[in-house]
Protein backbone atom coordinates (compact mmCIF):
# COMPACT_ATOMS: atom_id res chain seq x y z
CA UNK A 1 0.00 0.00 0.00
CA UNK A 2 1.28 3.71 -0.51
CA UNK A 3 0.01 6.75 0.42
CA UNK A 4 0.04 10.19 -0.29
CA UNK A 5 1.83 11.06 3.12
CA UNK A 6 5.43 11.85 2.65
CA UNK A 7 7.47 10.08 3.88
CA UNK A 8 10.25 11.98 6.47
CA UNK A 9 13.34 10.32 8.40
CA UNK A 10 11.82 9.31 11.21
CA UNK A 11 13.35 10.05 15.00
CA UNK A 12 11.69 6.88 17.19
CA UNK A 13 9.84 3.81 16.22
CA UNK A 14 6.87 2.24 18.46
CA UNK A 15 6.61 -1.52 17.75
CA UNK A 16 3.78 -3.86 18.68
CA UNK A 17 4.77 -7.17 19.71
CA UNK A 18 2.62 -9.76 19.23
CA UNK A 19 1.76 -10.71 15.86
CA UNK A 20 4.09 -8.04 14.64
CA UNK A 21 7.26 -8.83 15.28
CA UNK A 22 7.05 -11.88 17.81
CA UNK A 23 4.34 -15.14 16.62
CA UNK A 24 5.00 -16.98 20.24
CA UNK A 25 1.21 -16.08 20.81
CA UNK A 26 0.01 -16.97 17.60
CA UNK A 27 -3.31 -18.71 17.92
CA UNK A 28 -4.36 -16.92 20.91
CA UNK A 29 -7.68 -16.41 19.21
CA UNK A 30 -8.12 -19.99 19.32
CA UNK A 31 -7.75 -19.87 23.31
CA UNK A 32 -10.13 -16.72 23.78
CA UNK A 33 -12.90 -18.00 21.34
CA UNK A 34 -13.82 -21.29 22.99
CA UNK A 35 -13.17 -19.59 26.53
CA UNK A 36 -15.82 -16.91 25.45
CA UNK A 37 -18.59 -19.54 24.25
CA UNK A 38 -17.84 -21.67 27.68
CA UNK A 39 -18.38 -18.84 30.03
CA UNK A 40 -21.36 -17.14 28.17
CA UNK A 41 -22.83 -20.55 27.89
CA UNK A 42 -22.30 -22.22 31.17
CA UNK A 43 -24.66 -25.64 30.96
CA UNK A 44 -27.39 -23.84 28.93
CA UNK A 45 -28.33 -25.78 25.51
CA UNK A 46 -28.03 -23.34 22.97
CA UNK A 47 -30.26 -23.47 20.26
CA UNK A 48 -28.66 -23.44 16.59
CA UNK A 49 -29.78 -20.08 16.08
CA UNK A 50 -28.47 -19.48 18.87
CA UNK A 51 -24.77 -20.82 19.19
CA UNK A 52 -24.28 -19.46 15.40
CA UNK A 53 -25.40 -15.56 16.95
CA UNK A 54 -23.18 -15.88 19.75
CA UNK A 55 -20.32 -17.58 18.03
CA UNK A 56 -20.44 -13.96 15.33
CA UNK A 57 -20.87 -11.74 18.12
CA UNK A 58 -17.74 -13.28 19.83
CA UNK A 59 -15.64 -13.54 16.82
CA UNK A 60 -16.97 -9.53 15.91
CA UNK A 61 -16.05 -8.60 18.71
CA UNK A 62 -12.57 -10.29 18.90
CA UNK A 63 -11.54 -9.25 15.66
CA UNK A 64 -12.42 -5.75 16.68
CA UNK A 65 -10.37 -5.15 19.88
CA UNK A 66 -7.34 -7.03 18.72
CA UNK A 67 -4.97 -4.65 19.99
CA UNK A 68 -6.09 -3.45 22.97
CA UNK A 69 -5.43 -4.42 26.83
CA UNK A 70 -6.41 -8.49 27.61
CA UNK A 71 -8.41 -7.17 30.80
CA UNK A 72 -10.56 -5.08 28.53
CA UNK A 73 -11.69 -8.07 26.13
CA UNK A 74 -12.48 -9.85 29.72
CA UNK A 75 -14.45 -7.09 30.59
CA UNK A 76 -16.75 -7.29 27.67
CA UNK A 77 -16.76 -10.93 28.61
CA UNK A 78 -18.02 -10.09 31.95
CA UNK A 79 -20.54 -8.05 30.56
CA UNK A 80 -21.72 -10.49 28.58
CA UNK A 81 -22.18 -13.57 30.38
CA UNK A 82 -24.50 -11.10 32.82
CA UNK A 83 -25.96 -9.66 29.42
CA UNK A 84 -27.13 -13.60 28.28
CA UNK A 85 -28.26 -14.88 31.54
CA UNK A 86 -27.36 -18.49 30.68
CA UNK A 87 -24.51 -19.09 33.17
CA UNK A 88 -25.31 -18.39 36.98
CA UNK A 89 -21.85 -19.21 37.89
CA UNK A 90 -20.40 -14.89 36.38
CA UNK A 91 -16.85 -14.42 37.63
CA UNK A 92 -14.87 -11.19 37.55
CA UNK A 93 -13.44 -9.71 34.68
CA UNK A 94 -9.73 -10.54 36.57
CA UNK A 95 -10.45 -14.19 37.19
CA UNK A 96 -11.65 -14.61 33.23
CA UNK A 97 -7.98 -12.79 32.48
CA UNK A 98 -6.22 -16.14 35.04
CA UNK A 99 -8.27 -18.49 33.30
CA UNK A 100 -7.57 -17.15 29.68
CA UNK A 101 -3.79 -16.82 30.88
CA UNK A 102 -3.55 -19.88 32.15
CA UNK A 103 -4.97 -21.57 29.04
CA UNK A 104 -2.89 -19.69 26.19
CA UNK A 105 0.36 -19.72 28.34
CA UNK A 106 0.09 -23.73 28.22
CA UNK A 107 0.93 -23.58 24.36
CA UNK A 108 3.40 -20.42 24.67
CA UNK A 109 5.53 -22.08 27.71
CA UNK A 110 6.35 -24.74 25.40
CA UNK A 111 7.40 -23.12 22.57
CA UNK A 112 9.39 -20.65 24.79
CA UNK A 113 11.00 -24.08 26.41
CA UNK A 114 11.47 -24.99 22.87
CA UNK A 115 13.74 -21.64 22.58
CA UNK A 116 15.20 -22.40 25.86
CA UNK A 117 16.63 -25.63 24.99
CA UNK A 118 17.31 -25.41 21.74
CA UNK A 119 14.80 -27.27 20.47
CA UNK A 120 13.55 -24.23 18.47
CA UNK A 121 15.76 -21.23 17.22
CA UNK A 122 14.26 -17.45 17.59
CA UNK A 123 14.01 -17.02 13.74
CA UNK A 124 10.96 -19.69 13.69
CA UNK A 125 8.97 -17.62 15.84
CA UNK A 126 10.05 -13.64 14.48
CA UNK A 127 8.41 -12.25 11.41
CA UNK A 128 10.38 -12.77 8.87
CA UNK A 129 12.72 -9.82 8.47
CA UNK A 130 12.71 -8.84 12.08
CA UNK A 131 16.15 -9.03 12.83
CA UNK A 132 17.18 -6.63 9.62
CA UNK A 133 14.89 -3.79 10.17
CA UNK A 134 15.58 -3.94 13.94
CA UNK A 135 19.64 -3.91 12.99
CA UNK A 136 19.01 -0.92 10.20
CA UNK A 137 17.42 1.50 12.93
CA UNK A 138 20.24 0.74 15.47
CA UNK A 139 22.72 1.17 12.99
CA UNK A 140 21.18 4.41 12.51
CA UNK A 141 20.47 5.52 15.58
CA UNK A 142 16.90 5.28 15.80
CA UNK A 143 15.73 4.52 19.31
CA UNK A 144 12.99 2.27 19.30
CA UNK A 145 10.49 1.33 21.41
CA UNK A 146 7.29 -1.76 22.22
CA UNK A 147 4.02 -1.51 23.35
CA UNK A 148 1.81 -4.38 24.02
CA UNK A 149 -1.29 -5.17 25.53
CA UNK A 150 0.57 -8.41 27.06
CA UNK A 151 1.62 -8.65 30.78
CA UNK A 152 4.57 -6.53 31.00
CA UNK A 153 6.93 -9.31 32.45
CA UNK A 154 5.74 -11.74 29.92
CA UNK A 155 6.46 -9.29 27.04
CA UNK A 156 10.11 -8.44 28.53
CA UNK A 157 10.60 -12.15 29.12
CA UNK A 158 9.15 -13.31 25.42
CA UNK A 159 11.74 -9.96 23.94
CA UNK A 160 14.57 -11.83 25.79
CA UNK A 161 14.26 -15.29 24.51
CA UNK A 162 13.40 -13.84 21.12
CA UNK A 163 16.64 -12.32 21.17
CA UNK A 164 15.59 -8.76 20.65
CA UNK A 165 15.08 -7.26 24.18
CA UNK A 166 18.60 -5.33 24.03
CA UNK A 167 17.35 -3.22 20.87
CA UNK A 168 14.69 -1.53 22.90
CA UNK A 169 14.86 1.72 24.77
CA UNK A 170 11.99 0.42 26.58
CA UNK A 171 9.61 -1.72 26.35
CA UNK A 172 5.93 -1.43 28.30
CA UNK A 173 3.54 -4.07 28.68
CA UNK A 174 0.18 -3.83 30.41
CA UNK A 175 1.12 -3.47 33.90
CA UNK A 176 -0.03 -6.41 35.98
CA UNK A 177 -3.29 -5.80 38.19
CA UNK A 178 -3.99 -3.00 36.72
CA UNK A 179 -6.05 -1.47 33.63
CA UNK A 180 -4.11 0.91 31.95
CA UNK A 181 -4.11 1.42 28.29
CA UNK A 182 0.00 1.10 27.79
CA UNK A 183 -0.10 1.73 24.23
CA UNK A 184 -1.45 5.18 24.62
CA UNK A 185 0.36 6.06 27.25
CA UNK A 186 3.60 4.94 25.70
CA UNK A 187 3.17 6.91 22.48
CA UNK A 188 1.54 10.24 24.46
CA UNK A 189 4.95 9.77 26.22
CA UNK A 190 6.34 9.84 22.90
CA UNK A 191 4.89 12.88 21.73
CA UNK A 192 6.04 14.60 24.34
CA UNK A 193 9.83 13.93 24.16
CA UNK A 194 11.52 17.34 23.44
CA UNK A 195 13.61 15.78 20.88
CA UNK A 196 11.25 14.94 18.17
CA UNK A 197 7.47 16.47 17.03
CA UNK A 198 5.05 13.52 15.78
CA UNK A 199 6.67 13.97 12.46
CA UNK A 200 9.11 11.64 13.92
CA UNK A 201 7.29 9.26 15.37
CA UNK A 202 6.49 5.96 13.30
CA UNK A 203 4.28 2.92 14.60
CA UNK A 204 4.53 -0.39 13.05
CA UNK A 205 1.59 -3.19 14.48
CA UNK A 206 -0.74 -5.27 12.98
CA UNK A 207 -3.60 -4.14 14.90
CA UNK A 208 -6.20 -1.19 14.56
CA UNK A 209 -5.40 0.41 17.89
CA UNK A 210 -2.38 0.66 18.01
CA UNK A 211 -3.07 2.24 13.77
CA UNK A 212 -5.72 4.66 15.45
CA UNK A 213 -3.20 5.99 18.33
CA UNK A 214 -1.17 6.69 15.61
CA UNK A 215 -3.12 8.59 13.09
CA UNK A 216 -5.14 10.61 16.50
CA UNK A 217 -1.32 11.53 17.54
CA UNK A 218 -0.17 12.86 13.80
CA UNK A 219 2.40 10.13 13.71
CA UNK A 220 3.08 7.51 10.54
CA UNK A 221 1.27 4.67 10.66
CA UNK A 222 2.76 1.25 9.36
CA UNK A 223 -0.02 -1.70 9.15
CA UNK A 224 2.07 -5.25 9.39
CA UNK A 225 -0.53 -7.14 7.72
CA UNK A 226 1.28 -10.56 8.92
CA UNK A 227 0.02 -14.31 8.48
CA UNK A 228 1.65 -15.35 11.13
CA UNK A 229 1.85 -18.68 10.72
CA UNK A 230 3.96 -18.80 7.71
CA UNK A 231 5.83 -15.77 9.49
CA UNK A 232 5.95 -13.84 5.51
CA UNK A 233 3.39 -12.78 3.44
CA UNK A 234 -0.11 -10.66 3.94
CA UNK A 235 -2.97 -12.33 5.73
CA UNK A 236 -6.32 -10.42 4.07
CA UNK A 237 -7.93 -9.96 7.26
CA UNK A 238 -5.75 -7.82 8.62
CA UNK A 239 -4.70 -6.12 5.12
CA UNK A 240 -8.29 -4.90 5.31
CA UNK A 241 -8.46 -4.15 8.95
CA UNK A 242 -5.05 -2.00 8.72
CA UNK A 243 -6.73 -0.33 5.46
CA UNK A 244 -10.04 0.26 7.29
CA UNK A 245 -8.22 1.89 9.92
CA UNK A 246 -6.40 4.20 7.96
CA UNK A 247 -2.59 2.90 7.74
CA UNK A 248 -0.10 5.17 5.90
CA UNK A 249 1.59 1.81 4.63
CA UNK A 250 0.79 -1.88 4.63
CA UNK A 251 3.36 -4.69 4.69
CA UNK A 252 3.11 -8.60 5.62
CA UNK A 253 6.68 -8.43 6.58
CA UNK A 254 9.86 -6.79 6.85
CA UNK A 255 11.74 -8.49 3.69
CA UNK A 256 11.91 -5.71 1.47
CA UNK A 257 14.43 -3.81 3.16
CA UNK A 258 14.44 -1.10 0.02
CA UNK A 259 10.62 -0.91 0.82
CA UNK A 260 11.39 0.26 4.57
CA UNK A 261 14.02 2.08 4.01
CA UNK A 262 11.93 4.10 1.73
CA UNK A 263 8.79 4.39 4.08
CA UNK A 264 11.10 5.40 6.95
CA UNK A 265 13.21 8.38 5.21
CA UNK A 266 16.37 5.88 5.62
CA UNK A 267 17.19 6.16 2.21
CA UNK A 268 20.11 9.05 2.80
Known amino acids: MTSEKQAVRI ?45 EEII ?6 TGIQTIFQMRWLAEKVK ?29 IRGLETGLY ?22 PMYIASGT ?29 DCSKEKVIRDLLGHEQFDSEGLAVIGDGKVEIRLAKENGALAF ?3 SDEDKREGLNPIKLERLHAAGADWIA ?16 S
Not at 60 to 65: K, L, W
Not at 153 to 171: C, M, N, Q, S, W
Not at 252 to 267: A, E, P, R
Open 151 to 179: DHPDVVHEAEVLGVRTYFKEIAGAPVGRA
Open 252 to 267: GDFTDMTKWKQWLGLN
Open 60 to 65: DYIDQS
Open 121 to 142: QPSDFLIKGSEHILELLQQCGI
Open 223 to 225: GLA
Open 83 to 111: EKGWNAEILGEWEYKAEYNRRLLLQVNER
Open 11 to 55: KAVLFDFDGTLSTLRAGWEEVMIPLFTEMITGDHQLTAEEAEKLN
